[in-house]
């Protein structure tokens, strides 16, 4: 039956992404909430030739609704899990908010969807990067054990959200006008440069993306000793990231049958001309589902390794397709109801 759907930050870009996505799969739904910032209220939104009114997020807005999609950062998140939770929806979480928390699901559906099964009102959509990499590498290692994943990131500054990738243009434009890039929203300027992602550092050196990436792979793929190490980068790329990855598994993996199980696997496709020297690139991802994985290749340096180049639509398969397949998941098995738990938010 068809369910009430409230989107969280609709109108940021894994928002109108979202709202993309609940119509071309056809999503059931029987009434849509489109919730953002004070800021957002009256602006309006099209949904299947209607136009719809964006609100200002409030307590009654998740009043009978029983899936909420969220994708409004982490504080806005905690702000309104509570509220969400005690309304009787289920919230799809795009922030990082409750990801590492133990009682909440970390959820890529081709990867470990019987684990959505117990929620306690909170499921959490992983980091894109995390995503695109877990989908790409998860059927390999199926197979065939990974023992350790290098991975180094290319990242679009739509992973900072639409205000970033308008930046990114501005800043374009005033170099090419012989002007300074002014940068507001990302720290640096990122047109015709690139930086070290620009997530808080921890202790260890490594930035938050990187750790997500650690620790967000584990969890997903069940494996807490799991050895990961990564260097995220932002790259003046508008949309769609590029992974370089470096997989050690504990017995050799012939090229040959990584290229099979690639082109057999949901998520993922096999994309790769050896004559024309072409590969996945992000505008070959971008607006794309599947994350497309080529220039796969036997590590020289390493009798048990693999190298491999992955290009992922980091709003869709990164992020809001990810969510709208785990609400997909929920009604096809029936998991809308939330588990007891003892849970705070
Ligand atoms: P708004 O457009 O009103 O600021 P992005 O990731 O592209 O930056 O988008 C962030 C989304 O989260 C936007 O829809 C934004 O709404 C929304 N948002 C940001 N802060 C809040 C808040 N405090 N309450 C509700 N929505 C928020």
């Known amino acids: 039956k068809p369910v009430n759907v409230a989107i969280l930050g609709a109108t940021g870009a894994v928002g109108t992404e979202l709202l993309q996505l609940l119509e071309s799969r056809n999503f059931p739904i029987n009434t849509l909430k489109l919730l953002a910032s004070p800021r957002s209220a009256g602006t309006t939104l099209k949904f299947k030739g209607e136009t719809l009114k964006v609100e200002a997020v409030e307590a009654k807005a998740f009043q009978d609704v029983d899936i909420v999609l969220a994708s409004a950062g982490g504080s806005t998140s905690k702000a309104w899990a509570q509220t969400i939770v005690e309304s009787g929806a289920v919230m799809v979480d795009n922030s990082s908010a409750f990801r590492m928390n133990p009682e909440v699901p970390l959820i890529v559906p081709e990867i470990n969807p019987e684990a959505a099964a117990n929620h306690p009102g909170i499921i959490a959509n992983p980091n894109c990067t995390t995503i695109l990499m877990a989908v790409a590498i998860y059927p390999l290692h199926q197979v065939q054990p990974i023992e350790r994943i290098v991975v180094s990131t290319y990242q679009s500054a739509s992973g900072a959200g639409a205000r970033a990738m308008e930046e990114v243009k501005i800043q374009s434009q005033a170099i090419l006008n012989g002007e300074?890039?002014?940068?507001?929203?990302?720290?640096?300027?990122?047109?015709?440069?690139?930086?070290?992602?620009?997530?808080?550092?921890?202790?260890?050196?490594?930035?938050?993306?990187?750790?997500?990436?650690?620790?967000?792979?584990?969890k997903i793929f069940g494996e807490a000793?799991?050895?990961?190490?990564?260097?995220?980068?932002?790259?003046?790329?508008?949309?769609?990231?590029?992974?370089a990855i470096n997989l050690e598994f504990k017995q050799p993996f012939s090229v040959a049958q990584a290229r099979e199980i690639i082109a057999?696997?949901?998520?993922?496709?096999?994309?790769?001309?050896?004559?024309?020297?072409?590969?996945?690139?992000?505008?070959?991802?971008?607006?794309?589902?599947?994350?497309?994985?080529?220039?796969?290749?036997?590590?020289?340096?390493?009798?048990?390794?693999?190298?491999?180049?992955?290009?992922?639509?980091?709003?869709?398969?990164?992020?809001?397709?990810?969510?709208?397949?785990?609400?997909?998941?929920?009604?096809?098995?029936s998991w809308l109801n939330k588990k007891p738990s003892t849970l705070k938010v």
């Open 180 to 218: 300074d890039p002014k940068a507001e929203i990302l720290p640096y300027p990122l047109a015709f440069n690139l930086f070290p992602h620009n997530s808080p550092l921890t202790d260890a050196g490594y930035c938050e993306e990187e750790m997500k990436m650690v620790n967000e792979t584990r």
């Open 264 to 333: 057999q696997s949901p998520g993922v496709q096999l994309l790769e001309d050896w004559q024309k020297n072409y590969f996945p690139m992000p505008i070959d991802a971008s607006g794309k589902d599947d994350v497309l994985v080529g220039r796969i290749r036997q590590d020289i340096s390493c009798n048990n390794g693999l190298e491999l180049w992955i290009c992922g639509d980091q709003i869709r398969k990164g992020a809001a397709l990810n969510a709208v397949q785990v609400a997909e998941l929920l009604i096809k098995e």
């Open 225 to 243: 000793n799991l050895k990961i190490t990564a260097t995220c980068v932002r790259v003046p790329v508008l949309r769609a990231h590029s992974e």
